[in-house]
Each structure stands twice: as structure tokens, then as C-alpha cells.
């Protein structure tokens, strides 16, 4: 350790091992936020954008997080004038093309929440997906999309 200190690698190993296990998956997960909870709301919507940087097609198929009793994927969609959310069984992730969950379209509802999410706290969520093994993040709870 002495000698790793002396020639300054010892940040760079610290560094190096304090890599996430995901960092080997071929799903990057970005942008990740929530708007605040509505005052007394059970339900919150979250965001985030998917890149698939694999090969191979592949798909997110679930989804969990510690902070709300279940979590689902759904997509907003307008019908005769009235808009309506739907739940979607799935995303697909095409091989290096950006998927966005975004207000108003694809996005994550935290159903029944734990504790209101407020700004400047975080919440967690576990992604499933048919290939690539499962992604837990962290997002930050922001007023406006980042």
C-alpha cells in the first residue's frame, strides 16, 4: 500500500474497486428523477433513459423498488380527446438506440409509496430485463426534468 500511495495509484485503485457489479451490463441507465409527490398522493411517476449498448435486442420486463409497494411500467395514450394511462407489459431496447420515459409518454408509476418523495431525497429501483441481468439505480427527486 505504501509503495501504491508513493507513485499516487492508490486513488485510481480505490477508484477502480469502488465500481458498481453493473458496470458490466450492456444496459446503461441515465437520467434518472421524479418529480416531488403530490401532497397526501399514494402514486408517483418516475424518468429515466435506456441505452442498450449490446449487440443484441433486448427488453425491460420489470420492475420493483423498496419505495413503494409495486412499481409498473405505463404509457399515457389519448382516446376520443381524454388522456389515458395504460400499463405496457414491456419496452424493448433496440441495440444502441435511446428509450426515454418521459412526462406524457412511457414512465414508471411507484404505487402505493412508503413515505412521500420529496424534493432533494432519492429513490431506488430494480430493472428486469429478458437478457441482460437486473439493474438497481438510484434517481434524484427534482421538480423539473434535469
Known sequence: ????????????LLALTALPASAASPIAVTEIWAPPALKGAPTAAAYFTLVNRGTEPDRLVGLAS???ARTELHRDTIEN???RMRPLPGL???PGQPVSLMPGQAHIMLIGLKQPLQAGDRFTLTLTFAKAPPLTVSGKIEPRNP
Request: net charge neutral; proline share 14%; aromatic share 0%.
Open 92 to 94: 424493448d431496447l433496440p
Open 81 to 83: 380527446g381524454v388522456m
Open 1 to 12: 500500500m505504501k509503495a501504491l500511495r508513493a507513485l499516487g495509484l492508490l486513488p485510481i
Open 66 to 68: 423498496p419505495d413503494a
